[in-house]
């Protein structure tokens, strides 16, 4: 398995509380994503970085914002959880120039809000 | 707006037949479709990917069927396992694009045995 470490695994919250996802990876891949997956609706892209503290929106940016100070880590912050922001979140990365561009993701986190 | 439509939503097949999962996109920039299989409680694994200029890959017993002037992609699974028993993803990707990938909405593969 790549080596992709979600935190934390599970987690259950209250509206309007902010809440922090962390991907931390041992590749030394450039690039990084977050997905939200929901019944129904597939993976949908979050937001990704491509370089340490290069960030971009993805199609479901609203109510999220993310930051990458190292290429390691990249943190995924709910800044005022609502309930439909209950889902489970993948990390993604990739490698720039690996062939057949896959990307590779963590085991989730799977995030409730009450 | 769904770029990657996939269908069936949910497919059941007997132990030893062949399952088919396809996907159409409209956007005839992709250029990469990779094939995704998830199994419960774990991230999406790579399973299998085309690219537009070849019109099948086989890895095992999974194969890729690329229709480009259809715009269509096919997942075969064939002598279907209990152990495939999983949600598929097909997914698309543009060049240039940072590598990012849009995804069909699954499939969940049921292998009775």
């Known amino acids: 398995d790549a080596g992709i470490t979600q935190s934390p695994r599970h987690k259950v919250t209250e509206t309007g509380t902010p809440v922090t996802l962390r991907c931390h990876q041992t590749?030394?891949?450039?690039?990084m994503y977050w997905y939200r997956q929901d019944p129904g609706h597939g993976l949908r892209l979050i937001h990704y970085?491509?370089?340490?503290?290069?960030?971009d929106k993805g199609e479901v940016s609203d109510g999220y914002s993310v930051s990458r100070s190292k290429t390691e880590d990249f943190l995924l912050t709910l800044e005022s959880a609502t309930s439909s922001q209950t889902s489970v979140y993948f990390c993604?990365?990739?490698?720039?120039?690996?062939?057949?561009?896959?990307?590779?993701f963590g085991d989730g986190t799977r995030l409730s809000i009450l | 707006q769904q770029q990657v439509k996939q269908s069936p939503q949910s497919l059941i097949v007997q132990k030893g037949g062949i399952s088919i999962i396809n996907c159409a996109y409209e956007?005839?920039?992709?250029?990469?479709f990779p094939w995704y299989q998830q199994f419960p409680g774990k991230g999406p694994a790579l399973l299998i990917a085309?690219?537009?200029?070849?019109s099948e890959k086989k890895e095992g017993r999974f194969t890729i069927s690329f229709n480009k002037s259809a715009k269509q992609f096919s997942l075969h699974i064939m002598d279907s396992q209990p152990g495939d028993s999983a949600t598929y993803f097909c997914?698309?990707?543009?060049?240039?694009?940072?590598?990012?990938?849009?995804f069909g909405k699954g499939t969940l593969l049921t292998v009775n045995p």
């Open positions: 997914a698309a990707s543009i060049p240039g694009s940072n590598y990012k990938l849009t």
């Open positions: 590749e030394n891949h450039r690039y």
């Open positions: 970085s491509y370089g340490v503290k290069d960030t």
């Open positions: 993604a990365i990739s490698s720039v120039g690996a062939i057949d561009q896959p990307q590779h």
């Open positions: 085309i690219r537009p200029d070849v």
């Open positions: 956007n005839t920039a992709f250029d990469y």
